[in-house]
């Protein structure tokens, strides 16, 4: 099915450890996202690429990087994970930026992340 | 302040009631979004919208730019519908809300 497809869905990482959530869409947006959810607020920018080539900060990429490796791919990797990145963290796309196009945007199915 | 504020928090009712969700903004916008998250966690995009109304299925949303409001409808509600409702505003960049907990009692 066509979408946004997020890995892995659960991880469990100890504090100091680094990983990658890797995000895919096959619709040919331009424009991606990643965005995390933490009880009681409302889900939160970390980084977007708004094209493929560029990337910008969001709200809060402190202890964040990412890579738009193609039109598909937009990753998002913790460096030195800590307790604060407890998360849900979900990828985006959309048609253009600023969720732009005929259906707004898309969202994968979630990465809960657990740091410990 | 939040930029954008939904109300209720949460909301229970009884199958075949009518549902509102409400949403108020602060901020200029170019549009808004409303989204459903599933009890699974999976986001799905409802509506985008930037004046008047739009209808799909038993689900209508309304926007009012002058008030800064805009409103999310569920008629004939059914516990298939229980789900946190979210909102979010395209400023400069996309604010959200904190989400509508709705659940649907059969």
């Known amino acids: 099915n066509a979408g946004v497809t997020q890995t892995p869905k659960f991880q469990v990482l100890k504090t100091g450890q680094s990983m990658t959530l890797q995000c895919a869409q096959d619709?040919?947006?331009?424009?991606m996202y990643w965005y995390r959810q933490d009880p009681g607020m409302g889900l939160r920018l970390i980084y977007y690429?708004?094209?493929?080539?560029?990337?910008d900060k969001g709200e809060v990429p402190n202890g964040y990087n990412v890579s738009r490796l193609n039109k598909r791919e937009f990753s998002l990797r913790l460096e030195s994970a800590a307790p604060s990145q407890t998360s849900v963290y979900f990828c985006?796309?959309?048609?253009?930026?600023?969720?732009?196009?005929?259906?707004?945007?898309?969202f994968g199915s979630g990465t809960r992340l657990t740091v410990v | 302040k939040n930029e954008v504020e939904q109300s209720p928090q949460n909301l229970t009712a009884q199958e075949g009631e009518f549902i509102t969700i409400n949403c108020s903004y602060s901020?200029?916008?170019?549009?808004l979004h409303w989204l459903q998250q599933h009890p699974g966690g999976g986001i799905v995009s409802l509506f985008m919208?930037?004046?008047g109304k739009k209808k799909h299925g038993r689900l209508i949303a309304t926007i009012n730019i002058q008030e800064k409001h805009s409103s999310l409808h569920i008629t004939a509600s059914h516990p298939r519908d229980s789900a946190v409702y979210i909102c979010?505003?395209?400023?400069?960049?996309?604010?959200f809300g904190q989400g509508t907990r709705l659940t649907i009692n059969p």
């Open positions: 985006a796309s959309s048609e253009a930026a600023g969720g732009r196009g005929s259906y707004g945007y898309t």
């Open positions: 619709m040919n947006h331009n424009s």
């Open positions: 690429s708004a094209s493929e080539g560029t990337t």
């Open positions: 901020v200029g916008i170019s549009a």
């Open positions: 919208l930037s004046s």
């Open positions: 979010a505003v395209r400023a400069q960049k996309l604010v």
